[in-house]
């Protein structure tokens, strides 16, 4: 790998994997960020890694719907390499707006696909990395997990976008010859990620005194993976992974919504007291928990079997969500500057 193309790279994983590469691997080459900077991307996510990194890290702002700018971006930095996160993401947002998801996740993928299989032809060493979500393979009841060869079965206008790049991306291996490898992952949780998913929502919620939402009876069951330990996921897939392959990756951690929320809760008033809160008139973090109405098609339960990454490719999670959740709690608190902005714009 010398030049890798990051696309969605101004999002919250996105962010968070470049700032992995040069703050945790030996990685020498170059970066291109390539990002639309819709509502989630936020240039300010990586304002220190550009100074830092001036001469490695290059932006380059862009849809990645623009064949024309997709090819040119391949030829000007030469790249070997491609880690695919640019995504609309949200559940909500694509019940009320599906278009969007079918034109960035689906034409999205096959605009880079395309622009790679042109660019890579007579190439060796080349990787297509397509990040894709636990969610194309649907809901799961009490028992059980989501493993690499379960069948699709999204539920969501999102889910059904990303379940139809992943096919995308599978058929340009089989058809093309494409190297190319997929990785599902569970729900990410960390720094920088955008206050409309649970976790942020509910810390500035809280923070702010404002109600903190909770769909139907708040016993949807998530699996939470820390964001840094789904970028050394990435990262393993990238030196080790079998070209063709998927690789599951999981944090290993079964919560309910409301668990979630209530854990936020607690580790607030240890790390910011509700009485030392002005937004709170003193009133505990828990008295601002309000269930609200459950969102169509809202799949009950999600958990991931990752032992394939675990065994093949010697991967394992370093944190566990007593420690993620403290960080996370952290980095809100102290990231004043980075609140304000997502606050003036949105």
């Not at 470049?18 to 990685?27: A, M, V």
């Not at 894709?132 to 690499?148: A, N, P």
């Not at 929502?201 to 005194?209: R, T």
């Given at each position: 790998m010398k030049n890798i193309l990051i696309t969605?790279?101004?999002?919250?994983?996105?962010?968070?994997?470049?700032?992995?590469?040069?703050?945790?691997?030996?990685?020498?080459?170059?970066?291109?960020?390539?990002?639309?900077?819709?509502?989630?991307?936020?240039?300010?996510?990586?304002?220190?890694?550009?100074?830092?990194?001036?001469?490695?890290?290059?932006?380059?702002?862009?849809?990645?719907?623009?064949?024309?700018k997709v090819s040119g971006t391949f030829s000007e930095f030469d790249i070997d390499t491609v880690v695919h996160f640019a995504a609309e993401s949200h559940v909500d947002r694509s019940i009320l707006g599906p278009e969007e998801f079918i034109e960035t996740n689906i034409v999205g993928t096959f605009v880079l696909l395309k622009s790679a299989l042109n660019f890579w032809k007579n190439k060796k060493n080349t990787r297509f990395h397509h990040i894709?979500?636990?969610?194309?393979?649907?809901?799961?009841?009490?028992?059980?997990?989501?493993?690499?060869n379960?069948?699709?079965?999204?539920?969501?206008?999102?889910?059904?976008?990303?379940?139809?790049?992943?096919?995308?991306?599978r058929a340009?291996?089989?058809?093309?010859?494409?190297?190319?490898?997929?990785?599902?992952?569970?729900n990410n949780y960390g720094p920088y990620q955008f206050p409309e998913k649970l976790i942020p929502?509910?810390?500035?919620?809280?923070?702010?005194?404002k109600p903190l939402p909770v769909y139907g009876d708040g016993k949807n069951v998530r699996d939470w993976l820390y964001v840094e330990d789904h970028c050394s996921a990435i990262w393993?897939?990238?030196?080790?992974?079998?070209?063709?392959?998927?690789?599951?990756?999981?944090?290993?951690?079964?919560?309910?919504?409301?668990?979630?929320v209530k854990i936020i809760c607690n580790e607030l008033e240890k790390i910011y007291p509700s009485q030392k809160n002005p937004n709170l008139k003193n009133k505990k973090y828990s008295y601002?928990?309000?269930?609200?109405?459950?969102?169509?098609?809202?799949?009950?339960?999600y958990a991931i079997n990752c032992d394939k990454i675990k065994k093949e490719l010697g991967w394992k999670q370093k944190y566990n969500f007593e420690e993620g959740i403290k960080y996370t709690i952290n980095w809100y608190i102290e990231n004043k500057k980075w609140i304000e902005n997502i606050n003036r714009v949105h």
């Open positions: 969605g790279g101004a999002g919250f994983i996105g962010s968070n994997f470049i700032r992995y590469i040069f703050e945790k691997t030996d990685f020498k080459g170059k970066i291109i960020n390539y990002d639309k900077l819709t509502y989630a991307g936020n240039p300010l996510n990586l304002e220190d890694i550009s100074r830092k990194y001036n001469k490695r890290y290059f932006f380059v702002k862009g849809d990645i719907c623009d064949f024309k894709s979500t636990d969610e194309v393979y649907g809901s799961l009841g009490k028992d059980g997990y989501f493993y690499e379960t069948p699709y079965d999204p539920r969501s206008p999102y889910s059904a976008s990303k379940a139809s790049s992943d096919h995308l991306v340009y291996y089989h058809t093309y010859g494409l190297s190319v490898t997929i990785s599902n992952c569970s929502l509910m810390i500035l919620n809280a923070i702010e005194g393993s897939i990238l030196e080790k992974g079998k070209t063709g392959q998927t690789y599951n990756i999981g944090g290993e951690c079964e919560k309910e919504n409301i668990d979630v601002l928990i309000n269930f609200v109405k459950d969102r169509p098609g809202h799949d009950r339960r």
